[in-house]
């Protein structure tokens, strides 16, 4: 009779769906507008169910009428009719099907991509924090996987609780209309039935949850183990046999799951066989004994069990309705979640983009500390970058250098005190134009799993050759671009591991070198690279750059700035130039004389 088939979705209301309700309830208004903008689509699709609903009961009594009336009397007109009428309606129905499902998953699709979209522009919106604050796969689960449940949503389960109403009520009422004695037999045998079918589903649904949390496991052995940066790891620190074990054993916790699969349920399964071949053995029984089955044809017999089978599905559906509807809102909770993230560096109302006068920069009275921690990673900063001048930032490792290069960006917003851009606090400058003045090239650099062109464009996306090849040059990088097999069209690899850290370093510098920025930024950009290509790509950048902000470890790069700055435990301890400041024999000073091989001490890039 295929119970797996009645049996698989059955459901018990999740305890996470139920604990996310209670952290982020919904407010059922804002779920219903969502779908307003395709209410006629919808009233279509329940029509449409309504439709298949009632064709689909139509047919038992077609198949009364043909073993009652058509074949006994070899009425061959009547028989015509009615397996054309069976045919037309099978395809009938199938047409209906057809077109409910295209309808309802458009809308579907229609509503993930505007939730899609939305979601994921306001995540663009978050500052740094947010992102470390939360772990990447939980954040992309949200924007796929949870917005992707919004198809089923729509699909699945408004449609499904819709058509097994329908498809209930309709059945009955042709129980009832093919014998009201029978009907009544079934409302004593039919529950009991859908009872032990349901706990089967359970049984096997509890062990399949565990089946996927194993291979949940076992897949994220093989992502992290089977990596660039796990195999890497895994080579150099002689762990493989660590690996190795900890997949076997995932492995063979499957082997178990598997086999407890197999047999869950298996007592409840042949009792449900058993109460399956029963419940039409009663209903023969009831039509053939003399009290209650006076005047009952065969036909309704056969039609009858018909429609007794088909009731299975629906019922079985509106038993799952309470679990379809907690994790329905537990999803539409945890995408709103999301889209109501306020963010942490608000774009300003009335932007005053026009207000910058010149390519300097400053700080006044500078405090920052990290959220959650104890101490202030920068102290009452105050430093003025002029425009068209070279600053350098030299310190200790932990003095405030990077966290003062990200301020100056506005990866983050200082705790008290203003950071300005051409005399205007950058929190009053909008994201795009900010973006467009000023550059920042980290040691940590990052290029996208896709071509050097691609990489390059992601900068300035109308760029065409020859200015991809000039930035190229000017980050004395092209050499190496020429020599690869596709040049500019040759992909960079997983986090651009094809290249050597110089490489990448000098890949990101010419891409950021592509956008011509007024204030250029270079957080210890060049740490990776040798003395004379540093030297090289530092004349580079100064020939073109109005205003350049260094961070740097080499003696050389430092004493070509037209001032340097000191910190130490996040306080500006000297400012000035570097003869200056070697004359005040002060920290600066200090620094000089411990350098060894041309490399500030304590200035050390981080690796």
Known sequence: MGHDMFGRGAQRKNPADLAQLTRAPVDLRRVVGLFRPHSGSIA??????????????????????????????????????????????????????????????????????RLRVDVFENLQRQSLQFFTRNRAGEVQSRLTNDISGMQSVVTTTATSIASNVTMTVAIMISMIALSPTLAVLSLVVLPPAVFVTRRVALARRSVTARQQEALADLQHTISEELSISGMRLSKTLGSSHQAARRFRDASHELIGLELESQLAGRWRMATMQFVFATIPALVYLAGGLPITGRGMSIGT??????????????????????????????????IFEYLDLTPDLAEPASPADEQIRDPSMALRGVTYRYPGGHDDALIDVTIDIPAGRTTALVGHTGSGKSTLASLLVRLMDPSRGDVLLGGVDLRAISADERARRVGIVTQETYLAHTTIRENLLLARPDADDALLWDALERAHVADVVRALPLGLDQTVGARGHRFSGGEQQRLALARTLLKEPEVLILDE????????????VQEAVATVRSTLVVIAHRLSTVRAADQIVVLDDGRVVEQ????????????????????????????????
């Open 44 to 113: 279509l699709v329940v029509g449409l169910i309504v439709l298949t609903s009632g064709l689909t009961v139509v047919q038992p009594f077609l198949v009364r009428a043909t073993v009652d009336d058509a074949i006994p009397h070899g009425d061959v007109p009547l028989l015509l009719r009615l397996v054309a009428g069976m045919v037309g309606l099978a395809a009938v129905t199938q047409v209906v099907a057809v077109a409910q499902t295209w309808i309802s998953a458009r809308v579907g699709q229609e509503i993930m991509h």
């Open 301 to 334: 017999l056969i039609a009858f069990t018909t429609l007794q089978t088909q009731l299975f599905r629906p019922l079985l559906g509106l038993l799952n309705v309470g679990a379809q509807w907690v994790a329905s809102m537990a999803l539409f909770s945890r």
């Open 525 to 536: 950009a060049t740490s990776a690279l040798d003395n004379e290509t540093e030297r090289a």
């Open 576 to 607: 000035g130039t570097h003869e200056s400041l070697l004359a005040g024999a002060g920290a600066y000073a200090a620094l000089v004389r411990a350098s060894t091989g041309g490399v500030l001490a304590g200035a050390q890039p981080r690796r």
